[in-house]
Structures are given as C-alpha cells and as structure tokens.
C-alpha cells in the first residue's frame, strides 16, 4: 500500500529561505536551443551580436525552448572553459496568464536542497548529525542485481541507520496546477529511485526530494506517467518499500531563488486516464518550443511522440486491424451460413417428390429384374394354370368340346412344349408374350 502524503495543501516555511546566485545575471534573448546543450542567445549588453551559452539541462524542456523569450545567463568565471555562460533562468507565462521567471539551471536545486536541509525546515529531515554531499554507493540487492551510483545527499553516515537523500529538478507545470516530472523520459532518475529502493530494503532509510524552480505551481508534483511511465512505476514502488517523496516549491528572481513552501506528491492519480489524457493535450500544445534544432541538418530534434506512445500506437492499430480482421471473418461465416441454411431449406422442400420418383423408378427395375431372373420351371407352372383357367372358362359357358376345340387345347400344350424347348431363348420375354388367349 502506498501510504498517503502528510503535506496535502502546500505548507509555507516558517520564514523563506534565500539562495543567491554566484555571480550577476546577464539579460538576453533567446536565438534558439543548438545541439541539445548550447543556447545561442543576444545579450543586450552587446546589440547585434550572440553568444553561446551552456544548457544544463539535458531533457526536452518542454514549453521552455520559446524562440524570442527573455532570458537570464550566468557568467562561467572560467577564462579556460569553452562557453564563457551558462543559461540560468528564462521567462514565461506561467499556468494564470501572468509573467513569471523559471530556472533553467538542473543543478541548482542541489544547492538550494543543502542550505533547506542545513536551515532544518523540513519535517523528520532536522536531526541528522552529520551531512555529506556527492556520496558514491556499491552492493547487490537481496535479488542479486548490482546497483552503484552516487547519491546527492547522505545524512548521519556514520550512525545505526544512514538516510540517503535524492534531489530532482521539476521545472513543468500544466494548467492543472500540478507539476509533472519528468518531463522526457530519464532512465538515470529511474535507476536512481530503483537504488534507494534496494538501500530501503536494507535496513536504509531514503528521500527524494523534488524542487520545483517556478511559483505557479499550486498543488504539489506528480511523477509523469505520460512522459515516462517506467520512472512512475518506479516511484510508486519505492513508496511501498518505504521510500519518502517531498517536494518544495522554490520562487525565482533575477537575484536568487526563494525556497517558499512545502508541496505534497501525489503518487494516487498520477495515471488516472483523465490525467494521461490532459497532459497528452497539453504536451501537444508545447511542443513547438520543446527540443532543440539539431546545427547540421537544421531539424528540430527531441520534441516528437515518446517511445512508449510509438509502440503503443502500433499495438493499437495492430489490435484494431486483428479486430476487423476477425469481424470479417466472422460476417463472411455467418453469410455462409445463411445461404447454406436456404440451401437445405430449398433442397428440403424438393426432397419429397425426388425420393418418390427414386423409389419408383427402383421398384420398376427391381420388377424387371425379378422378371429376366425366374427360373423356366416357374413360367412353365404360371402357363399350365393359364391353359387350365380357360378351360374352366369354357367349360362354365355351356359350349361343348368339338374336334377343332381338342385340336386347340392339343395346340396350347404343343405350344407349351415347344416353349420348354426354347426356355433359353425365351428367357429375356415377360410372360405376356408367350400366350395371348383367344376368344
């Protein structure tokens, strides 16, 4: 079970903490976003003229890469190193319709995390004895899997139980007053969360503390299922093993940056379909002044659908078209079985009058058959009983026998005889050919 936040409405510091910036920011505007890492911007302390500056940011930044934006640069320090800036902070209209400044600086939040924790505002995270930075970690896991990296923050190092402590930047915020982090998909901040995962199940304790560097951000953040559902997953496991997630709202200036309040992190709706549908709309809307251009092909690069929405896309249209596929299937075998139900029926309602003219048609030839096949003895009898009925015939009728009368009965069984002589011959006859009565 994944327990719920106690920070349910943002909870202000008991007095704000400031973070100045190293050295003064340098106004300018935005030209474009090279390469992923290079922004090329006109100061305008030198009209006419652009500079390279280092873009520490390393993901999409979505809604962040606005062509003609204000924007901040800080100065290197460094007469040796390559980009003499680094782009700090940009303006936009945040999520109420007003102006406001975002950093653009991912690794400011870590500094802005270490003098929260030294100035002990945040709940649970005040009575730590000892504080150590960039802390390098090695061990297998109860399963067997190696996990190494470092680590932003370790707290009581040497005590029964060490507290290990992440730190990410969020810098999205949609209309909906959440922030969403993060904002492209990070396999880094994934293995991160999975390590803290594997210290927990250690006997550790382990935070992740997220800073959102814009003050528009109303409710709290949420880990984005939209961008990278992996992290997500992630997160709301390391909740159940008994990994900690804060959020602190930090307000950006030109001078600095004003750690303000407390947020909650909501790892409940966070993929809730109303959710994944509204930051899919808004992400579309942002992604004109996502990425970066890309200086050898000029293409704009890192604002197109994520991985994860490609292959789901295909599985979908997979899926529709295996779905009508087997629709097809499944009207052509009913068609089928319609007209083979009129068939029959058709066939049935013939079916009568064809048998009947069968069954006759055997009858008769069965009749002629038994015919051709009777033996000579018995067609033999069936004639001397014809001979013997007409004489009964006769005899009934009162007309006396005269010499032509015993010549015709000698000639009946001298045509008998010579009947049985020629049985052979005769065989293929029917009975009415051999004798056809006189009167």
């Known amino acids: 079970m994944i327990p719920r936040d106690l920070v ?21 505007c935005l030209i474009d976003r090279r390469d992923r890492f290079i922004a090329e911007v006109s100061l305008e302390a030198a009209p006419g003229s652009s500079v390279l500056a280092h873009c520490i940011n390393p993901g999409r930044m979505e809604a ?3 062509i003609g ?10 007469e040796d190193r390559k980009l003499q800036y680094s782009w700090e902070a940009i303006e936009i209209t945040g999520i109420d319709g007003k102006k406001l400044i975002c950093s653009t600086n991912t690794v400011r939040p870590n500094r802005l995390v270490r003098d929260l924790l030294e100035a002990r505002c945040l709940p649970g995270l005040e009575s730590f004895t000892s504080l150590h930075a960039e802390q390098t970690f090695c061990f297998a896991s109860a399963e067997g899997r190696e996990h190494s990296g470092r680590v932003d923050f370790l707290l009581d190092a040497s005590g029964p139980v060490a507290h290990y402590i992440e730190v990410k930047n969020c810098h999205l915020v949609y ?3 959440w922030g969403y982090f993060p904002d492209s998909i990070s396999e880094r901040a994934t293995r991160h969360v999975d390590a803290l995962t594997a210290l927990v199940q250690r006997g550790a304790r382990a935070t992740v503390i997220m800073v959102v560097q814009r003050g528009d951000v109303r409710h709290g953040v949420r880990p984005s299922a939209f961008h990278d559902p992996k992290f997500a997953a992630a997160a709301v496991q390391a909740a159940k093993c008994g990994v900690r997630f804060r959020a602190v709202r930090a307000d950006v200036g030109v001078d600095g940056t004003w750690l303000t ?18 930051a899919g709309r808004w992400w579309e809307q942002n992604r004109a002044n996502s990425g970066w251009t890309k200086s050898a092909t000029g293409a704009r690069i890192g604002n197109g659908p994520f991985a994860h929405h490609v292959a789901a896309a295909k599985a979908a249209a997979k899926e529709e078209k295996a779905a009508a596929k087997a629709a097809a299937t499944k009207e052509r075998v009913a068609s089928t079985q319609v007209v083979g139900r009129a068939r029959r029926a058709a066939k049935g309602a013939t079916q009568p009058k064809q048998t009947l003219k069968a069954s006759a048609q055997i009858d008769a030839d069965v009749e002629k ?9 018995d067609r033999s009898d069936s004639l001397s009983s014809i001979a013997r009925g007409i004489k009964r015939v006769s005899a009934s009728s009162g007309s006396s026998l005269s010499g032509s009368d015993t010549s015709g009965g000698l000639d009946l069984h001298k045509h008998k005889k010579e009947h049985d002589l020629n049985d052979v011959s005769r065989s293929q006859r029917k009975t009415s050919h051999f004798f056809k009565p006189t009167t």
């Open 8 to 28: 349910t409405e943002p909870r202000s510091f008991p007095s704000p903490i400031f973070v100045p910036y190293d050295a003064p920011l340098q106004r300018g």
């Open 64 to 66: 962040f890469v606005e």
């Open 69 to 78: 934006a204000r924007v901040w640069l800080r100065p290197a320090g460094k």
């Open 175 to 177: 209309p909906d007053g």
């Open 261 to 278: 309040h407390e947020l909650q992190v909501d790892l409940h709706e966070h993929e809730s379909p109303h959710v994944l549908a509204a």
């Open 369 to 377: 058959e038994s015919e051709m096949q009777a033996p000579a003895t």
